[in-house]
């Protein structure tokens, strides 16, 4: 074997791949070598009587030998008057002889301390002067430390330096040559295999800013000498502060402001949050361990800052906990190579925090995703996030930005049931936002299809300490989770209420378990109870088929209306049952009723009935009374029945009516555009619904609505298909009263002329 050596390092060469640096056979002062396939480590020349040269022991430790150099020379051999002309070929009788022609190969780029031409002395870490002849060099000769040729070394011969005596059999020197090579990422304990571009494009970034930092900083050690409070300088012309004789005699106090180093420092993280994240943790990492050094000199005086910038003491934690934060979400997010990620966790570690930074002593200790514990969790072994090791009781804790990240990494991966245990287990120092985390596990157990369990979770809290999530839903939240429940199907995307498409992640509930559980959320927050949204959403499902339109709509029914007997024994078999459940009693619907073939009107009618107890307890509650009209859709048979059970109760059924004039009143464009796309079929039965009602408070509603089209009539195109339902209809013919004759008389009269 052949070494030859380059810059950085030496590399053996097997002496076959020598062949094609070799010259050809037309050149003199070539030597024969005969190699032979014996493990003797001999190198033999071609005539018997030949010296042997003995190959370099690699067992040798002594440190004049030749091991570990990066050039190893056979020295040929002198020519014997015996030697056989070079164009006859030597073959040993047994064919175990390999016959090669050579001469001595050119001295290729080496260390210095590998020289052959120059002698190299060795010590552990000599830089006062040069040792020996370790000065002289030859052409090839390159420095360990810069990896640059020795002659362009400016720093080969200079006191306390000295790159001359530099050699890699020194710890001293190699860490020299790691910090040459890497820059301020050898403070990192990066190996120089590890160092990348995006490594070094962040260490590049953090040598500038660390020059610029101590320029702010001294400038901030400084301080600013400025008059006492209620003194000014009185002298023409006013002079800066500090440049005043007069004002200099007087006693000045010195400012420390370190405003000018908080805002270079947020820049300068504002420019990582833009880089690769290897990149940005460098720079992080390395601008958490510059800022630590920072001292407040305004301590020793007794000066109290004012602001958050000005003062050390209160900007310095400020930057490390966006530092932190950052650099844990990277942990997580980022695929950080396992060493490398364990390199940036000792880097923050040694850092020497000051007194008013310890609280962020372990904000880096990060679970590994393969941490024994994290991943029993994730994969459902352990559903309460503790174990035992050694006698001693371990819980699944971990900083909010870290359980923050988690569930976004496993989201962006679509692992919803992982979410579901990890949210389940995990212990936090924020409570209240990973409460708020902890109230999408109902939708992500939807997007699993497990719908019945999604149902009960919201019921449900997940430990005794806290409440459920049903106290906290949204009345558009609720509208979702019912409309998921009804057709089986969950918004694609990762939010709630994300607008989009829909897909079909399981089979929907059955009807009876569906009113249950809706019902149950209403009777548990008073905020879903009272509002006006959350009963429109509940009637419309109920009234809707369980398949969704191609944009995510549901497809509402038009249905029969049931015989009175039916509806009668709906409204008698449901009344007790929604007492119980409102008073928690756990019960179930009539199977006989709900389970039949007329389910979907019973529901209706149960629907009913429940908006009835709201209105008599909650009336005064409500924000409006028009979105539960138009929920019912083109079932005015139930929208009657609703009416009639209101009519029992004449203040109940006023304040009703003078809500939903209130509304029409103040939402008539609203209406028009509804009505346009509803047709005159719909606007002809709502005013007969309202017109022939037997109380007049209704009656004006209907004539209120009436007058409205006629006000209208340029956004109203369908009012002549209107006349005509009129006539059909048989309202001028209907005796209620003479106001409502005389206005649909007028009505009809003057579209008949047209």
């Not at 014997?80 to 030597?90: G, Q």
């Amino acid at each position: 074997m052949e070494s030859q050596c380059y810059p950085g390092g030496c590399q053996v060469v097997p002496i076959w791949k020598l062949v094609t640096m070799w010259p050809s056979e037309k050149e003199e002062e070539e030597t024969v070598i005969l190699i032979s396939d014996d493990d003797d480590g001999e190198v033999q020349c071609p005539d018997d009587g030949g010296d042997e040269v003995q190959c370099p022991d690699d067992d040798d430790d002594d440190d004049e030998s030749t091991q570990g150099s990066s050039v190893v020379f056979v020295e040929p051999q002198e020519k014997s008057p015996l030697e056989e002309p070079r164009s006859e070929e030597m073959v040993d009788e047994e064919g175990d002889l390999v016959v090669t022609y050579c001469k001595q190969a050119n001295v290729m780029p080496h260390a210095r301390h590998d020289c052959t031409t120059h002698p190299f002395e060795r010590t552990e870490s000599d830089i006062c002067s040069p040792l020996g002849k370790n000065a002289d060099i030859c052409d090839q000769c390159y420095c360990y430390i810069c990896d640059k040729l020795a002659a362009e070394c400016q720093l080969w011969t200079v006191p306390s330096l000295c790159h001359c005596n530099a050699h890699n059999k020194s710890n001293f020197w190699k860490a020299q040559r790691s910090f040459a090579l890497a820059g301020v990422l050898a403070t990192f304990n990066l190996e120089l295999l590890e160092l990348d571009a995006e490594l070094r494009h962040g260490g590049d970034l953090l040598e500038k800013f660390i020059k610029d930092l101590s320029v702010a900083y001294n400038k901030y050690l400084g301080g600013e000498r400025m008059c006492p409070p209620g003194h000014e300088c009185c002298c023409e012309p006013k002079l800066p502060p500090g440049q005043c004789d007069v004002c200099s005699s007087q006693k000045m106090e010195v400012v420390y402001k370190y405003s000018d180093v908080f805002e270079l420092v947020t820049r300068f993280l504002n420019q990582a949050e833009q880089e690769s994240p290897k990149a940005a943790a460098i720079m992080l990492l390395g601008a958490a361990k510059q800022i630590a050094l920072h001292k407040d000199p305004a301590m020793l005086r007794n000066y109290q800052n004012v602001g958050h910038t000005d003062s050390l003491r209160i900007a310095v934690p400020f930057l490390f906990q966006r530092i932190t934060v950052r650099l844990q979400r990277m942990l997580v997010l980022c695929d950080f190579p396992k060493i490398l990620n364990q390199k940036f966790i000792e880097f923050f570690q040694s850092i020497s925090l000051p007194c008013h930074c310890y609280a962020f002593s372990n904000s880096l200790n990060v679970l590994p995703w393969d941490h024994v514990l994290l991943t029993t969790v994730l994969k459902g072994q352990n559903i309460t996030g503790q174990r035992r090791q050694k006698g001693r009781k371990m819980y699944l804790w971990e900083a909010f930005p870290v359980v923050e990240a988690r569930v976004e990494k496993l989201l962006g991966k679509k692992k919803y049931k992982e979410v579901v245990r990890y949210l389940r287990a995990v212990k936090c120092n924020e409570n209240q936002r990973l409460r708020d985390l902890r109230d999408l596990i109902p939708f992500y157990l939807c997007k699993t299809g497990h719908f019945l369990d999604a149902a009960h979770s919201l019921l449900f809290p997940v430990n005794s300490l806290a409440c459920c999530s049903a106290c906290r839903i949204t009345p558009c939240q609720f509208s979702v989770y019912l409309k998921i429940f009804r057709t089986g199907c969950v918004p694609s995307g990762n939010d709630v209420l994300e607008t989009g498409s829909w897909v079909t992640a399981g089979s929907p509930l059955r009807i009876s378990v569906l009113i249950k559980q809706a019902l149950k959320l209403l009777y548990n927050s008073e905020v879903l109870y009272r509002n006006a949204k959350c009963w429109s959403s509940f009637i419309m499902i109920l009234a809707s088929s369980c398949s969704l339109e191609k944009r995510g709509n549901v497809v509402p029914l038009s249905l029969e209306e049931p015989p009175l007997d039916f509806q009668e024994n709906v409204l008698t078999a449901t009344g007790n049952f929604l007492e119980d459940l409102k008073s928690g009693v756990n019960v179930s619907l009539p199977s006989s009723i709900f389970s039949g073939q007329l389910h979907q009107e019973a529901s209706l009618i149960l629907a009913v009935q429940a908006v009835q107890q709201m209105l008599c307890y909650d009336l005064p509650h409500l924000a409006s009374f028009l979105e539960i009209i138009l929920a019912f859709g083109k079932n005015f048979w139930a929208l009657r029945l609703l009416l009639d059970q209101l009519s029992c109760a004449e203040h109940i059924l006023c304040g009703t009516a003078n809500l939903l004039l209130r509304d029409l009143s103040q939402e008539k464009a609203t209406v028009l555009t509804v009505w346009q796309n509803l047709g005159p079929q719909y606007v002809g039965e709502f005013l007969c619904l309202f017109l022939t009602c037997r109380h007049k408070r209704m009656q004006s509603v209907g004539l209120f609505s009436l007058r409205l089209v006629i006000d209208n009539l340029h956004l109203c195109p369908w009012v002549k298909q209107l006349c005509t339902f009129f006539q059909e209809s048989g309202l001028r013919r209907l005796p209620f009263g003479t106001t409502v004759y005389h206005e649909v008389s007028k009505f009809v009269s003057a579209f008949e002329k047209l």
